[in-house]
């Protein structure tokens, strides 16, 4: 390709309509909430409201806890859930491919089951575990659990034969293919499917919060809902992308930690 | 010469597979016998989708013949284990694990104590000039090198049988020309027992001390050509051989046969 | 991976299922060591199933609720394509809009679709413009993603031979573009369907009068776990139903994308 002869601009053409678009969106929120004032704040609070608010949820308790005792009570939620669908999802995935009357066995009730969605599995969960930790876990685990296994199972049926012919030549039995050939390179896809169980879970714990609770980001959300403060709706969304994708921006880093012989 | 008469280190005997249901299935080997004789190495010649690696396959012991027996020594060989080891075409080198790693699998498997573990992948390393390319991942190495590493954690097992499965086809002219000459060598200074599959006529006639010609599918033996042994031309480099009149002789001979088969089909 | 013959793997799945609800009726008899109150006996679930189909459960027949949550689906998730569709088709095409647009759509896209539930039920109430709504933005991601990936997949050399040919950008979008790019599109849709199914299930808890959902809450309310499962179970099966639909539909409007999925 030839070089572009052109003195290269502060900002890429893409970086620069981007901004226009953001700064328009924000402008245009400005103008309709505090200059003009065409919006109250009971329909879309100004952004020096949301800022305020935010401000605000930091120091002082609203709806039982401040802001950070929320993003803490959603995260353990959340890692419980999480860490149960990891360590019982992926060897399970893994067993699922490299034992076939396994899968025979439990695949009519894994598959019955996988398509009830995550929500519906809400009110079963108050009525087994009522409105505790283990009821939004169980939710984020119902989520998070099929991501783990459908991926372990699609890594360990795609690792080429071949690999696993070899390790039998050179004498390795099965446990031994599998922890040093099989395992290793279905990583990259049992890592996929973490990275969609984390995010899935995430997703199911806002819901569940929502419904069923007394902490939690998604709780948060729902009392702001209830006492008509919108302001409190918006810093609830923006932690729960906010976490949502810096928690994705962890796995990816650990991902690439984990797996040295992958090629970049 | 070896003695005919001799107990085979290897030997596939009556072999027939089907896959699927005998009789409806696919009918890959058809009642194919093939001995090697210790020290020695034979190279099946035969056109593409022979049956030739599915030969490969069962005397490896990673698939059981329908019919048949594989002996080592005139006793059942068992399954696949430390006394065969395989070099595949497609290098089949653990991905995770680093060019060390590789040559090492085998011996850690077979509870070779620590130290001769070390020792040997030295040796093997050194043997296979792939010494700066120990920590290496096999992704970052080339076809080439790749399958010196499948070579080298073959030979560090020190199997009594090597099968060797078109351990060149996926290679370059020029780096399959230097690998040949290389194995050329090897066997000739350590006097290895190989069976080699290929489809390349020149390999064959170049590395072995016998081809054995398998027909189109369903795989039966041709016919067996001894080729002469320790022989001057052998030992140089595979164009020289190649204007021997022996080589070109030999190679006339086979061509002829392989050529009749894919004609046939 | 392995060869295997599959005919008996069948055999087995199917004596597993069998296996499976007898195990399920057995912990959940009378007297059982499963109470009915945490898990219903397969008896009781079908008998509740027979009596809600033609006896009205808060407010209508168990018909009743899977029509109000399905048209609600079929809303959100058709909205979703009307929106999405024609953006990501023009983001695909002209790179402009897309340097516009997709900031904006990267902002958004970490926020659950749930988490809209609570500003939708302040700006709309509680009722189905709330609920379509939700739904709309569930199923307007892969709409949006995969019209996108869809026009922006297809072969430059396809678009260079069409103009030499004399076609308009016009005809080229429709003619060549749009009929490479069905099978992504089309499969855009079934996610999208499928996360329309989903979070609906999600808004019904939260803000509904009827449907599959708002049955699945009360029951849990009123300790009906018969109800619930029933509930569960046609949630299930319904969401296995839209997405065989889809498959028909791609077999139907796209075919020759189905031996390339096999691979």
Redesign the interface.
């Known amino acids: 390709m030839a070089v572009n002869a052109s003195p290269s601009p502060i900002l890429s053409r893409p970086l620069a309509y981007g901004a226009t678009s953001l700064g328009i969106l924000a402008l245009a929120w400005v103008l309709a909430t505090s200059v003009l004032g065409w919006v109250g704040p009971e329909v879309l609070p100004s952004p020096l409201a949301v800022i305020a608010r935010f401000a605000n949820l930091i120091v002082e308790p609203f709806a039982g806890a401040a802001l950070f005792g929320h993003v803490l009570a959603s995260l353990e939620r959340w890692s419980y859930g999480v860490f149960f669908a990891i360590v019982l999802g992926v060897p399970f995935g893994i067993f699922f491919a490299w034992v076939p009357w396994f899968r025979a066995v439990v695949n009519p009730v894994f598959e019955t089951l996988r398509y009830i969605p995550p929500f519906a599995w809400v009110p079963i969960a108050i009525l087994w575990f009522g409105a505790s930790t283990a009821t939004q876990a169980m939710v984020v685990f119902i989520a998070a659990f099929p991501a783990c296994v459908i991926n372990a199972q699609l890594g360990v049926q795609h690792v080429d034969n071949i690999l696993v012919q070899a390790a039998r030549v050179f004498g390795a039995d099965q446990l031994n293919t599998l922890r040093r050939v099989v395992v290793p390179v279905a990583t990259p896809s049992i890592f996929t499917g973490i990275r969609i169980a984390i995010s899935n879970g995430w997703m199911a714990l806002v819901g569940a919060e929502l419904v069923v609770g007394k902490t939690g980001l998604g709780f948060l959300i729902a009392q702001g809902q209830q006492n008509d403060s919108v302001s409190t709706i918006f810093v609830g969304i923006i932690a729960i992308g906010v976490l949502g994708v810096l928690i994705d921006l962890c796995v990816q880093r650990l991902e690439r930690r984990l797996m040295p012989w992958q090629l970049p | 010469m070896l003695e005919p008469s001799a107990t085979p280190k290897l030997e596939l005997r009556n072999i027939t597979k089907w896959y699927g249901p005998e009789g409806t299935g696919v009918l890959a080997v058809d009642d194919c016998s093939v001995s090697v004789q210790k020290g020695e190495f034979v190279c099946v010649v035969g056109p593409s989708g022979c049956g030739k690696s599915t030969l490969m396959?069962v005397g490896?012991g990673?698939e059981e013949a329908t019919h048949g027996e594989i002996l080592i020594d005139g006793k059942p060989a068992g399954?696949?284990?430390?006394r065969?080891?395989?070099v595949?075409q497609?290098f089949?080198?653990?991905?995770?694990?680093t060019v060390a790693q590789n040559i090492k699998?085998?011996l850690q498997?077979?509870n070779v104590p620590r130290d001769e573990q070390e020792r040997r992948v030295q040796q093997q390393l050194e043997i296979m000039g792939l010494t700066q390319f120990r920590d290496s991942?096999?992704?970052?190495l080339s076809g080439g090198m790749q399958q010196r590493v499948a070579i080298a954690?073959a030979l560090a097992?020190q199997p009594e049988i090597l099968l060797m499965d078109e351990p060149f086809g996926a290679l370059d002219a020029q780096t399959r020309t230097i690998l040949q000459e290389e194995v050329q060598r090897l066997s000739h200074q350590m006097h290895y027992t190989v069976l080699f599959i290929t489809h390349s006529v020149e390999e064959a006639v170049y590395l072995s001390d016998r081809v054995i010609v398998m027909s189109r599918r369903p795989g039966r033996i041709k016919k067996e050509i001894q080729l002469p042994r320790d022989v001057a031309w052998k030992r140089g480099d595979i164009e020289q051989a190649a204007e021997h009149p022996e080589f070109i002789e030999a190679r006339r001979e086979i061509w002829a046969l392989v050529r009749e088969e894919i004609m046939a089909a | 991976m392995r060869r295997i013959a599959n005919g008996n793997l069948v055999l087995v799945s199917a004596a597993a299922c069998v296996v499976w609800i007898a195990v399920w009726a057995w912990i959940t008899r009378s007297g059982g060591p499963v109470s009915s109150l945490f898990l219903p006996s397969p008896g009781d679930v079908v008998e509740r199933f027979g009596r809600m189909w033609v006896k009205p459960y808060i407010g209508s027949t168990l018909l009743g609720h899977v029509f109000s949550s399905l048209s609600i689906v079929l809303a959100g998730w058709a909205l979703g394509g009307i929106v999405g569709v024609p953006l990501g088709v023009a983001m695909a095409w002209w790179p402009r809009v897309k340097w516009l647009v997709f900031p904006i759509f990267q902002l958004i896209r970490p926020v659950p679709p749930l988490a809209w539930i609570p500003l939708t039920l302040v700006w709309m109430g509680i009722g189905e413009p709330a609920r379509i709504f939700v739904v709309f933005i569930a199923a307007l991601v892969p709409w949006l993603m995969n019209s996108m990936q869809a026009v922006g997949s297809v072969d430059p050399l396809l678009i260079d031979a069409g103009r030499t040919l004399g076609a308009s950008d016009g005809k080229i979008l429709t003619r060549i573009v749009c009929r490479t790019a069905l099978p992504t599109l089309i499969a855009g849709a079934r996610i999208a369907l499928g996360n329309a199914w989903t979070t609906l299930v999600a808004a019904e808890l939260l803000a509904a009068t009827a449907g599959l959902g708002y049955v699945a809450l009360n029951a849990s309310r009123m300790l009906d776990t018969d109800v619930l499962v029933v509930a569960m179970l046609l949630i299930g099966l319904l969401g296995v139903l839209l997405s065989l639909l889809m498959k028909l539909a791609t077999h139907v409007l796209a075919p020759w994308s189905l031996s390339q999925q096999k691979g």
């Not at chain 2, 399954?79 to 430390?82: L, M």
């Not at chain 2, 991942?137 to 970052?140: A, C, G, L, R, W």
């Open positions: 396959t490896a990673l399954k696949p284990g430390p065969r080891s395989v595949f497609k089949a080198l653990f991905p995770s694990e699998f085998g498997m077979t991942y096999p992704s970052q954690r097992m």
